[in-house]
């Protein structure tokens, strides 16, 4: 097994045991897939037919609205993505999936990872762990948009994505704060002591 297959089997056994046996399907069921920047993962309109593990490389999750993006989540490194929205259902996606730089993916089809939660030891938990996990979080991000102020989303954003301030451009991370480009160089030259 590789050694980036490693990373992989590690995520998981973050939810569940894998025994010797689970990872050799699981070294089967997942296949190498990797994008350029600007590349998509998923399209508005497309269904949504794998789950991704990202190795290395960010994808950022946004919608269009009237012609703007709207960024509202991230996969950095060693984070699993997907619009579940649309993979659970197989119906048309309304969201977007891109990469930001280039990303090295192990993926999984549809097909394939209703085989693994079957097969695996501890398939049908691992599946249901993930998506508790994925609608607390959920629920967490909706409640801190209508909740925070701009400045408690950009901490909320530096929180959850420590290492991402230096990698994503400045008007993704304005469109996940929800606001302008020129009001989080105002946040931001504040912090730093700067008069705007």
């Known amino acids: 097994m590789t050694a980036d297959k490693t990373l992989l089997m590690d995520a998981i056994r973050q939810f569940v045991p894998v025994a010797d046996?689970?990872?050799v399907l699981i070294d089967q069921l997942f296949e190498s897939y990797d994008l350029e920047p600007?590349?998509?993962f998923l399209q508005a309109g497309e269904v949504c037919r794998y789950v991704g593990f990202v190795k290395t490389g960010l994808l950022r999750y946004y919608v269009l609205d009237d012609g703007e993006e709207h960024t509202y989540d991230f996969s950095p490194d060693q984070t699993f993505a997907c619009n579940y929205e649309s993979f659970l259902p197989q119906t048309p996606s309304t969201r977007y999936i891109q990469a930001i730089e280039p990303t090295a993916l192990w993926r999984i089809s549809y097909d394939?990872?209703?085989q693994l939660y079957k097969t695996l030891q501890h398939g049908q938990q691992f599946g249901r762990l993930v998506a508790e996990q994925l609608f607390v979080i959920t629920l967490q991000k909706l409640t801190s948009f209508y909740s925070e102020t701009a400045d408690?989303?950009?901490?909320?954003?530096?929180r959850l994505f420590p290492e991402l301030a230096e990698r994503v451009p400045q008007y993704v991370v304005a469109s996940y704060v929800g606001i302008k480009p020129q009001s989080l160089s105002r946040i931001r030259a504040q912090r730093a002591g700067k008069h705007y």
């Open 38 to 40: 600007g590349d998509f």
């Open 112 to 114: 394939n990872l209703q």
């Open 152 to 158: 408690e989303r950009y901490d909320s954003f530096l």
């Open 21 to 23: 046996t689970d990872e």
